[in-house]
């Protein structure tokens, strides 16, 4: 039987890995295979291929990517101004007109770096909402197809040197995956904005 706290915490692992990378990730080649006899009730699975394969995996890729190119639009669309107004100011001599218009630009700056930042988090706590939904859709899918293998244990198959690969569950998992499910919507989280007297973190991207 799976225990599903830990069978729960290595999909949540395998999918944060997913969703960091473009999701046309490519799965892990396994080693060459010694060979030998297959062991019975003892299974394997690689949960990378499986989120990387499935339609549910690559849909919530897609929109974390999608929200995170969205994030990063707001933040250009306000900077583009900003870095024409430096060079501006940038050329203006030292009198105290010059040094207003520099002091109201530096704290433009940390305005926007903050937004930035908080961007940034809101779309990492988006990422984490989504490694539970997908988790959630696939932990049930593992569990029927281990028992319809009559497994006894289950290895990830990318921590095995070689052997025997038969009784791999990776394939009939993703197919069983995606009858369940091939896509899933999510909406950017939204967190509560930083006091406006905190020190700006630095702006992603």
């Known amino acids: 039987m799976i225990r599903t706290n830990m069978t729960r915490s290595l999909l949540l692992v395998a999918l944060a890995s997913l969703l960091a990378v473009p999701a046309t990730a490519q799965q892990a080649t396994p080693a060459p295979a010694l060979g030998g006899p297959a062991i019975p009730g003892v299974c394997l699975l690689s949960r990378e291929a499986v989120f990387a394969n499935a339609a549910v995996g690559k849909a919530a ?5 999608e929200l995170t190119r969205a994030a990063q639009a707001e933040v250009d669309q306000q900077r583009g101004p900003l870095e024409a107004e430096a060079k501006a100011v940038a050329a203006l001599g030292q009198d105290a007109k010059a040094k207003e218009r520099r002091d109201a630009l530096a704290i433009r700056w940390q305005a926007l770096q903050r937004q930035a930042a908080h961007g940034s988090r809101e779309i990492e706590a988006t990422r984490a909402k989504a490694l539970g939904l997908v988790a959630d859709e696939a932990q049930p899918v593992i569990a029927k197809v281990y028992a319809a293998h009559k497994c006894g244990l289950l290895f990830d198959r990318g ?4 052997g025997n690969f038969a009784n791999d569950l990776t394939a009939d998992v993703v ?16 967190l509560p904005q930083p006091a406006e007297g905190s020190p ?6």
């Open 61 to 65: 890729s897609g929109q974390i990517a």
């Open 159 to 162: 921590a095995a040197l070689g």
């Open 200 to 205: 700006a973190p630095g702006a992603a991207g």
């Open 175 to 190: 197919t069983a995956l995606d009858a369940k499910i091939t896509t899933i919507r999510f909406e950017r989280e939204t």
